[in-house]
Every structure is written in structure tokens, then in C-alpha cells.
């Protein structure tokens, strides 16, 4: 995993001065400035996934741009009830109690170059793409405990289980977007992203079963794997401010 992120940033920062040489080349070409272009602008993405970006060399058709994005998801659940088997062991039905925990947390970092193909006193139209790293982590956990009659004596039984996927990628980020001026320093943005590229990924399966007699089982599974993947996001929508 060490390789990749050396490959990432590489990529990132040759992108960004390839970038920074043609924007550097359409400045002199057209020495005009549009309204804000003085500005430190952030970008702050609040639908469909939280992110921030930040313009860091605008031109007057071109901006470049990096971009960090953050979706983070924590579920759990605690429940009880009562168990009974069929055919029946016991006459009884008996207490039953289980956990659930879900946590998803996926961070990237991209670089945009963007195009602006139209603009007017009310906004902006624009398209570009770059490149981006990835990280993912999810986590799921269940667990559950019940007692059973076993020769008329009680049994206490235990499971749990525990699912660890982890994920680096690196790829193409496209995206199409409109800003709406809002005021001289303010707008909303509404944009539409497309990603391709390769992913590895790192799995990791966990279960034990426990009696309250002593017996007890573990079982672990680890894989890895690699492949290409592709994702879109059709409508993120986010405020833009001109400090």
C-alpha cells in the first residue's frame, strides 16, 4: 500500500503543475478578471456526502482547484426478545438478546481543473476533472446470546461476529457543474460527479461461538484483492464563499 500512495501523490502533484503551467498561459493570454477571481474562495458540499474545496488558482476561464470530501455512518442497535426452536427443545421459549454495529467512514482527496464554458452576471456553467485518492473503512458487528434447556439444565450460548473491509483507490474524477451568484461573494453550486478507476481491498471476517460450559470456537478469514471500479454521483449540491 506504501507504492500507492507514493504512485497518488505523484499523480497529484504533477497534475497540479501541469495545471498551473496552462492557467499560467491563459493569464497572459487574457490579463481581464472577472468578478471574485481576488478572492479566496471555498467550496462546502452539504447533499449527498460533506466535502470542502478550495480554488487555489483561478485564470478567467480556468480554475484550479483541490477538493476534500468525508461521509461518515454509525448505526447500532440493541434489542431483546425471546427465542424458540423447532422442533423444540424446550417446551419454553427462552430470553434472546442481539447487537447490531454498522460504522462507514470514506475520505478523499482530488484535484480538479476546471473549464469554464459560460458565464454571465448570474453565474457560471463549468466541467474539468483530475485525480484522487481514496480511503475507505468499513466495520460491521453483531452479536447475540440466549439460554437453551439442555438435559434440563440452562445453557448459556454467545455469537459474535465482526466483518472489516478496508479500501484504497486511486483514479479519474469528472464532474459538471452550474453556480448561481447569489450575491458579489455568495452562490450555490449544484454539481454532478463521475469516478473510475482501481481499488484494492483488504477483508477481514471474525466469529466466535461461546457456551457458558467452557466450549468456545474462533474463525478468521482474511483476503485481498484488487479490480476497477466505477461510481457517480448525480446531485451534489453546496454554498460557495468568496473570503
Given at each position: 500500500m506504501k507504492t500507492i500512495s507514493k504512485h497518488s501523490l505523484t499523480l497529484l502533484l504533477l497534475s497540479?503543475?501541469?495545471?498551473?503551467?496552462?492557467l499560467a498561459q491563459d493569464s497572459q493570454a487574457d490579463s481581464s478578471s472577472v468578478q471574485g477571481d481576488n478572492y479566496?474562495?471555498?467550496?462546502i458540499y452539504f447533499v449527498n456526502g460533506y466535502g470542502l474545496s478550495y480554488e487555489l488558482i483561478k485564470s478567467h476561464n480556468s480554475i484550479i482547484r483541490i477538493q476534500v470530501d468525508l461521509h461518515n455512518n454509525y448505526l447500532s442497535i440493541d434489542s431483546e426478545g425471546s427465542r424458540t426452536n423447532s422442533p423444540a427443545i424446550s417446551m419454553d421459549s427462552q430470553p434472546y438478546s442481539e447487537d447490531k454495529k454498522t460504522e462507514?467512514?470514506?475520505?478523499?482527496?482530488?484535484?480538479?481543473f476546471l473549464y469554464k464554458f459560460y458565464e454571465s452576471k448570474f453565474g457560471i456553467a463549468y466541467l474539468g476533472g483530475g485525480p484522487?485518492?481514496?480511503?475507505?473503512?468499513?466495520?460491521?458487528?453483531?452479536?447475540?446470546s440466549y439460554n437453551e434447556l439442555r438435559l434440563g439444565s440452562p445453557e448459556r450460548y454467545s455469537n459474535s461476529y465482526k466483518?472489516?473491509?478496508?479500501?484504497?483507490?486511486?483514479?479519474?474524477n469528472l464532474l459538471l457543474g452550474l453556480k448561481a451568484n447569489i450575491s458579489a461573494n455568495v452562490g450555490f453550486f449544484a454539481e454532478s460527479h463521475f469516478n473510475i478507476g482501481k481499488i484494492w481491498?483488504?477483508?477481514?471476517?471474525?466469529?466466535r461461538f461461546q457456551q457458558s460450559s467452557g466450549n468456545?470456537?474462533?474463525?478468521?478469514?482474511?483476503?485481498?484483492?484488487?479490480g476497477w471500479f466505477t461510481d457517480s454521483n448525480f446531485f451534489r449540491v453546496g454554498i460557495s464563499m468568496a473570503l
Open positions: 497540479f503543475l501541469f495545471a498551473k503551467f496552462i479566496e474562495t471555498f467550496n462507514i467512514i470514506i475520505i478523499s482527496l482530488a484535484s480538479h484522487s485518492i481514496g480511503y475507505s473503512k468499513h466495520i460491521y458487528e453483531t452479536g447475540s466483518n472489516l473491509n478496508t479500501s484504497y483507490s486511486l483514479g479519474l481491498v483488504e477483508n477481514e471476517y471474525s466469529s468456545s470456537s474462533t474463525t478468521i478469514n482474511k483476503s485481498e484483492g484488487d
